[in-house]
């Protein structure tokens, strides 16, 4: 009998190290894709399981931790609430890699304030919005992201103006903006493997069908409509730090190089016309005129690799509070003094 051979990624882990219990959403749903490209991520990455924390709020993309990196720690938020969860914990625990899986209800709705300030602080924190439009725990009223002009499979068009997750990102100046598709697997994963790599805010909006209420040719969020009607920036490869460049192959034509924090490398391959992700008027402007196109822009919009993160800025200690001693977290007397008259003065 012939021995099954498990294959290992870079620090000997299998893959089952990162995956997690059957999903029970609706099959064929897009969100399902999307687990399945971070696993794929994370393990090919190289991450300790242990050292990556999966945070949600409320909705169908925010069940999905349960489907992925079950040996990963997890917290399942308030609706909405994900954000300021996730501040605090990275607060006292900042050398965990936070993954975040939102909704376009959690986050452009409810949870949308909240939203706001972990972009404008620059957490630390990879932010996975899976986007259809629509609500799909609660019958499929539309979100406050369909596009004008969608129709779902019930129901009248939609008149009402969205609100688009990337532009107000890049309007906030979020380190690390990008859209993707829940079908475009490649893509998908380099640009999850590449925010994994970012140190600070990195925030991907993913198209991500509803099989059941907003799949129709109707949808302008449907996998058909955003098939025929993506705008692709570039390809992107993505070469972690513990790989010499020369093992990837070199894109024909124009491509360029993007440094990330640890090392790693994301490669984008212009394909269209060429795109410099480090202008957030550029950015800006390509999600304007795919709006006004009726058509989907995917890529990496906008890096800024200058912004200081969350702890940076706040000079937090990079060790968890829970491994410091008393001696370290207590001040002395005459520190404790030299706050207060601080504070006075």
């Known amino acids: 009998m012939t021995e099954k051979v498990v294959k290992l990624n870079v620090i000997n882990e299998p893959k089952e190290s990162y995956t997690g219990g059957p999903s029970s959403l609706c099959p064929g749903c897009g969100h399902d894709q999307i687990s399945t490209v971070i ?163 990195a925030l991907i909006d993913v198209i991500s069908p509803c099989v059941t209420f907003n799949n129709n040719d109707e949808s302008m969020k449907s996998y058909g409509y955003v098939k025929d009607n993506e705008i692709t920036l570039h390809m992107a490869d993505y070469i972690p730090h513990f790989n010499p460049v020369p093992e990837v192959e070199v894109p024909e034509g124009h491509y360029r190089d993007i440094t990330l924090h640890d090392g790693s490398v994301i490669r984008l391959e212009t394909i269209s016309e060429e795109h410099d992700p480090g202008n957030a008027v550029a950015a800006l402007s390509a999600l304007h005129q795919a709006e006004q196109e009726k058509k989907h822009v995917t890529g990496l919009l906008y890096f800024n690799p200058n912004k200081e993160s969350f702890t940076e800025e706040l000079n937090l200690p990079l060790k968890a509070l829970i491994h410091h001693s008393d001696d370290e977290l207590r001040p002395t007397k005459a520190q404790l003094d030299a706050i207060n008259q601080a504070l006075l003065g």
Not at 78 to 94: D, E, K, L, Y
């Open 39 to 201: 696993i794929n991520a994370a393990w090919e990455n190289g991450i300790e399981p242990h050292r990556i924390a999966k945070m949600s709020g409320i909705g169908c993309s925010s069940k999905t931790p349960a489907y992925y990196l079950g040996q990963s720690h997890g917290f399942n938020t308030v609706h909405g609430r994900m954000p300021s969860v996730t501040t605090g914990a990275n607060a006292v625990h900042p050398d965990l890699l936070y993954l975040g899986v939102s909704g376009d209800g959690d986050s452009a709705s409810i949870g949308i304030g909240q939203l706001i300030h972990a972009i404008r602080r620059n957490l630390d924190m990879v932010y996975i919005v899976e986007n259809n439009g629509v609500y799909g725990l609660t019958k499929g009223q539309y979100s406050a992201t369909a596009d004008i002009g969608s129709q779902k499979k019930k129901g009248k068009v939609n008149k009402t103006q969205p609100i688009d997750l990337c532009a107000l990102a890049v309007n906030l100046g979020c380190t690390f903006v990008a859209r993707s598709f829940s079908g475009s697997k490649s893509q998908l994963t380099s640009l999850i493997k590449a925010a994994m790599s970012h140190k600070g805010f």
